[in-house]
Each structure stands twice: as C-alpha cells, then as structure tokens.
C-alpha cells in the first residue's frame, strides 16, 4: 500500500512540474504582472530583509555576485540595457534627488566623491579602454551631443572655465607651451591654412579690434620693445658672423630690459651699446655690451676706445681692424 502511494505522489509531482513549466511559458506577461504585485505589496519588508541579511552576510553575497556576473556577463549587460531604456526617466529623477542629498550633507557626499575617485584609480585603464571603444563606436553622436550641450550650457561652461583656467593658470601655460614646442610646424601650417580660408574676415576682424583697443596695443608695443630690438641686433651679428659660442642671449636680453627700466624709472633715453662696435668687428656677447645714455651713444661715433674694453668677433672683419690699429 505504501509503495502504491508513494508511487502516485511522485506521479503527481512530476504532472505538476511539467504543468508548471507549460504555464510559465504560455503565460510569462501575467507571471510577471503577478510578481510584480507581490512585490509591491511586500516592498518594505522584503527590503528591509534583504538589507538585514546583506549586512549580516556582505562577504559572500559579493563573492557570489561576482561569480554570477563573470559566468553571465553578456546576460547581465543586455538585462540592465533593457531595464534602463524601460525605466530611464524613473531612474534619473532618483539619481538627481540622492545627488542633491548628498550634497545637502557635506559629509555624505564627500564620502561619495571619495569613492568615486578611489574607483577610478582603481579601475583607469579599464575605464579608459572602455571609454575609447564607445567613443570610437559613436563619434559622431559624441560631437552631436557636445555642440547640443555646449549651446543649452553656455554661461554655466563659460564660468566653470574661467574659474578652472584662474586656479590652474601656471598648469595651462605649461601645457600650451609644450604642446606648442612639441607641434610647432603642425600648428603654424594649420594657422596658415585657416587664415589663407578666412583671410577677409581676419582682416576685418583685426581692424575692429585695434579701432577698439589702440591704447592696449600701443602699450603692448611698448613692453615689447627691448625683446624686438634684442632680436634685430641677434639678427644683425648673426649676419655679420659675430656671435660667439659663448654669446648667452638670454643675459643680453636682461641687458635691454634693464635699459627699459631706467628710461622708464628717469624719463631718459637708455640704450645698450656695443663697447667694440659691430661695424668695426666687435662681438655680439655680453661682455662687449653695456647699459648706456642715449645722448653718450649717438655721441661716441664710431672711433675704437680702448678704455672701455669689449670683445672681438672671430670674423674677417675683427682681423682686418685689429691689423690696421695694431692690436694682436
């Protein structure tokens, strides 16, 4: 009798299940509906429950997610794709209220952007991997999407920018004058080629700009004077074969901003003159320049003066001048 009963319940059991399965198939939508109302009705308790025990157990529970997520990766990715293209407006309406408290807490979300940046050090050059593929993949819906942005967003980019480039301007002129030293052929070519296109709208734009600031530009002049006429004597003695290999620019450059500075500070005309002069075969060097009056340069001629001192060039020039006045 026993065996006959037990019998039919495992009979009964194996109907059962094999009609469970007919029905989960043929019905998934009222399944899911019905699930769905349980869940609601038991929301806070069943969270409640779950929260318990992942604390209590929190060890384990990502051990067993991560062997989950590794075996099903492809399954877990297209489920959360779905779930947010079903639930996108729901989900960022969340994620605005919780970053808003967050930041109404200043300790909460200072854990927050801890975590966060500690995620990201831990996780870089996936991150970065990642971040290249998709943009790769949609180039031209990232560049749709940031001219979008950047014309709903302007005055907010506008002022984040300049509060950026004022803590970071030592950082940026860093960046720029290495990019620009590393690219220098590449950006003069590009510079060229937008103003060959553009080259009216350049001119009209230059002309509006220096109506506008003639004061600015005089004064710019002005503060770059001693670097210019630095540059057309190099020019010169460069020309005349009178630079030495100990010839330092950059002392010499100091030289014409000192003289700047006097006429500046006195209200009289300094000039920096060649003791030996070029034309009678002196050295463009450091040490054959000196900081002058205007009146005592124009004044001097052209005559050599032993007792000031100065440096000769290694030129036919030098020679020829130092046989005629004897000098070895």
Not at 51 to 67: D, G, I, L, M, S
Request: hydrophobic letters at 20%; proline letters at 2%.
């Amino acid at each position: 009798m026993m065996n006959k009963r037990r019998g039919k319940t495992k009979e009964s059991k194996e109907k059962k299940r094999l009609y469970d399965i007919e029905y989960r198939k043929n019905n998934p939508e009222k399944i899911k509906e019905a699930r769905r109302k349980t869940y609601h009705k038991h929301k806070e308790k069943r969270r409640e429950e779950s929260r318990r025990w992942y604390a209590e157990n929190k060890k384990r529970a990502t051990k067993t997610q991560k062997k989950y997520v590794e075996k099903n990766r492809e399954k877990v990715l297209t489920n959360k794709k779905e779930y947010y293209k079903e639930n996108k407006e729901e989900l960022l309406k969340k994620q605005a209220v919780a970053r808003e408290k967050a930041r109404r807490d200043p300790k909460k979300y200072k854990e927050l952007q801890d975590y966060r940046n500690q995620y990201y050090e831990d996780n870089k050059e996936a991150l970065g991997e990642k971040a290249k593929t998709y943009a790769k993949k949609n180039k031209k819906k990232l560049i749709a999407y940031r001219k979008q942005y950047a014309k709903d967003n302007k005055e907010k980019l506008y002022e984040k920018g300049k509060i950026y480039r004022e803590k970071n301007r030592e950082l940026i002129a860093s960046k720029k004058k290495a990019y620009a030293e590393a690219n220098r052929e590449k950006i003069s070519e590009k510079n060229k080629a937008k103003y060959r296109e553009n080259r009216e709208e350049h001119a009209r734009k230059g002309k509006i700009y220096r109506k506008k600031n003639k004061d600015k530009i005089r004064a710019r002049e002005k503060a770059r004077q001693p670097a210019r006429t630095a540059l057309q004597n190099k020019r010169e003695a460069i020309k005349k074969k009178a630079v030495l290999p100990t010839t330092n620019f950059e002392k010499i450059k100091k030289l014409y901003e000192k003289s700047d500075r006097l006429t500046k500070k006195t209200g009289i005309q300094y000039h920096v003159d060649h003791k030996i002069q070029l034309c009678l075969g002196g050295a463009h060097h450091q040490d054959n320049m000196r900081v002058t009056t205007a009146e005592e340069n124009l004044t001097r001629g052209f005559d050599y003066n032993p007792t000031l001192g100065g440096v000769w060039a290694d030129n036919d020039l030098a020679r020829r001048t130092k046989k005629k006045l004897g000098i070895n």
